[in-house]
């Protein structure tokens, strides 16, 4: 697949400039060693997102290694040290001299990286700091043939000028279709069976299964690869609901697919297949309280990633009948050990992470990958970057904190939204005493749209990809600047971030707009939180935060610091905004641990307190 224009990579991308002539509390002067963006230049650049790259160093005297291939000169090289499908490689032929190396040791591959422009692996290739170090400064892309970067460190990457691209879609169709052939094969006892007739037996009697149709399943992450699945699973005769709190709940109606609550689809689903990301908020999220939420019987299908299930919690509910059988293509550790009780449960079918193994698959990775490497290497918008690529160290250097501020906004509103119909919607507004076309953010927005987008996907967001990623999940953000009274050589006074048309966790967080809403600007270099909803407030944005609606009396704030401090919780900061006395107010709270479950309840239960949310920043 071809790397999108940067005209369509923006096209979800909307700017209005006003002028407003109050001026709102200054902020402190940026560093004097900070550049200012021209506007002939912002101007210049406006619309375009450009790859920096290191250029290749002079070619080098030393004869190539008999592996590899005859060099054209003036062509850029490319190393794929893992086997690539045919279509793949001569797409990289067409624009590059292609040095096919499998099964390089880690010494020869970095004696041989320093000869190379770009680098395409796998998943068994381990490209360290020491790659990009040996490399000398000429490698300017890795190219990674499937969806994970475990194995390349992106830090290292980014510090060398390295863009890390992947290939994320090709392969949906094929683990689609492997969730369906488990399924399948689990309601069947097909791999049962035939291990029992393979040791000679005839056990019809035993291994009778149950039929799909008319049953309930439940898609827990309604992304790429469930609505495939759920599409799939309509054709069996299936009733098929998901949960997604971010999902469009137009999309799944296309589909004729039902979003449920977590709630729901715990406890009705007959099969529940598993498609979400791994991250913090979904590790181990099938646990112990989870299966026994569930239907008995309830049989479960996992090809997304094996750190969602946990695996003990799963044999117990395995050994107890609540789940009937399992079918998992993933597991916590891979390989899993040989003595496995999961794997070797009589009720579990099991595959060794063959979700995106077909031809077509691979051919498909072959194309995607090669298609995004060569056009890294001609300097064009990598929609599938996973790392952060080259910005101007001026930029940088007068950004830094407001950086930090923009994805502690964008993670902050979206762990307010409550879900529904999904976030269609995004909001931004810089106040700023400089001409809008004197002001760039490009990479605040790239931030923000990281702070919403990566909490609750797999996606890696970065300047590079940000608007594409926006764009392939119907976010619209769009962006409006405020000039204000002020000095100009502050880069911006505050920002805003609004989401749109969503239900809140913390209902105060919305506005008379109708919109969830949370500004912030920098302090002596810090970024603060200073407005919830209607509500100003004033706190570092650092660690974890407790917002708590009240009534406004005395002795509030001693009784929440005292169910804290039972629990041993330590408090960094506490702000309180209120419109008025004896009214309404929201208290903010900074703690440096994370509150346990009991420690909430209390806080819920004290009288005066209305509503509470807890925030990871």
Same mark, same amino acid.
């Given at each position: ?39 002939? /230049? ?36 490319? =190393? ?106 689990? /309601? ?97 999220? =099938? ?40 079918? =998992? ?173 969503v239900e809140s966790k913390f209902p105060s967080a919305i506005c008379d707009s109708g919109f969830v809403t949370v500004e912030g600007r920098v302090k002596d270099g ?73 420690? =909430? ?17």
């Amino acid at each position: 697949m071809a790397a999108p224009s940067p005209t369509t990579a923006a096209a979800a991308i909307t700017t209005h400039h006003r002028v407003l002539l109050p001026a709102r509390a200054s902020l402190s002067p940026a560093p004097s060693s900070a550049l200012r963006i021209p506007a002939r /230049a912002a101007r210049a650049n406006r619309g375009r997102i450009c790859v920096s790259a290191p250029a290749a160093p002079a070619a080098s005297t030393a004869s190539p290694p008999a592996s590899a291939a005859v060099a054209v000169e003036g062509k850029p090289t490319v =190393l794929v040290a893992e086997k690539l499908g045919a279509a793949g490689l001569a797409l990289l032929r067409e624009f590059a001299n292609v040095d096919c190396s499998y099964g390089l040791s880690p010494e020869e591959l970095r004696a041989k990286i320093s000869l190379c422009d770009a680098l395409i692996v796998r998943s068994g290739t381990k490209v360290g700091r020491d790659v990009f170090e040996a490399s000398g400064g000429r490698l300017r892309v890795v190219g990674r043939a499937g969806v994970g970067i475990d194995n390349v460190d992106l830090a290292a990457a980014t510090e060398h000028g390295c863009l890390v691209v992947n290939a994320p879609t090709a392969n949906t169709v094929a683990a689609a279709e492997h969730g369906i052939a488990l399924m399948c094969a689990m /309601a069947r006892n097909v791999a049962q069976a035939d291990a029992s007739l393979k040791a000679g037996k005839w056990a019809r009697t035993k291994y009778v299964g149950v039929s799909l149709v008319g049953k309930t399943l439940a898609i827990l992450g309604f992304g790429k690869v469930g609505s495939e699945v759920a599409r799939r699973a309509k054709g069996l005769g299936m009733h098929v609901i998901a949960h997604d709190p971010y999902a469009s709940a137009d999309r799944a109606r296309a589909i004729g697919v039902d979003l449920v609550s977590m709630e729901e689809a715990m406890t009705t689903a007959d099969f529940i297949s598993l498609h979400m990301p791994l991250t913090p908020s979904t590790n181990k999220m =099938l646990n112990d309280e989870a299966f026994a939420k569930m239907k008995k019987g309830v049989r479960i299908i996992n090809v997304a990633r094996g750190g969602v299930i946990d695996e003990d919690a799963l044999v117990r509910a395995l050994d107890a009948g609540i789940v009937a059988q399992a079918a =998992l293509d993933v597991f916590t550790k891979e390989p899993p050990a040989a003595d496995s009780k999961l794997v070797l449960h009589e009720n579990v079918t099991v595959t060794p992470h063959l979700g995106a193994s077909t031809v077509e698959a691979q051919e498909g990775v072959a194309i995607e990958i090669a298609e995004a490497v060569t056009g890294a290497l001609k300097g064009e918008l990598a929609a599938s970057a996973v790392n952060a690529p080259m910005v101007p160290a001026e930029v940088l250097s007068e950004l830094a904190p407001y950086v930090v501020l923009a994805e502690k906004l964008g993670r902050l509103a979206v762990q307010l939204v409550a879900g529904g119909g999904g976030i269609k919607s995004v909001k931004v507004t810089y106040a700023s005493a400089r001409a809008p076309d004197d002001l760039d953010t490009r990479l605040l927005r790239a931030m923000i749209t990281k702070g919403v987008i990566e909490p609750i996907s797999d996606v890696f967001v970065n300047l590079v990809n940000a608007d594409f990623t926006a764009k392939q999940r119907g976010i619209r953000v769009s962006e409006e600047k405020i000039v204000m009274d002020g000095s100009p050589e502050t880069p911006l006074e505050y920002i805003q971030v609004q989401i749109a048309n969503v239900e809140s966790k913390f209902p105060s967080a919305i506005c008379d707009s109708g919109f969830v809403t949370v500004e912030g600007r920098v302090k002596d270099g810090i970024p603060h939180l200073t407005k919830v909803g209607a509500f100003e407030v004033d706190v570092s944005m650092e660690g974890s935060l407790i917002l708590c609606r009240q009534v406004d009396q005395p002795g509030m704030i001693g009784s929440v610091g005292s169910v804290l401090g039972e629990e041993n919780v330590n408090v960094s900061f506490m702000s309180v905004g209120r419109i008025a006395p004896r009214k309404t107010a929201i208290m903010a709270i900074g703690v440096d641990e994370e509150p346990s479950k009991t420690t =909430l309840t209390k806080i819920g239960e004290i009288p005066a307190i209305e509503e509470f949310v807890f925030l990871k920043l």
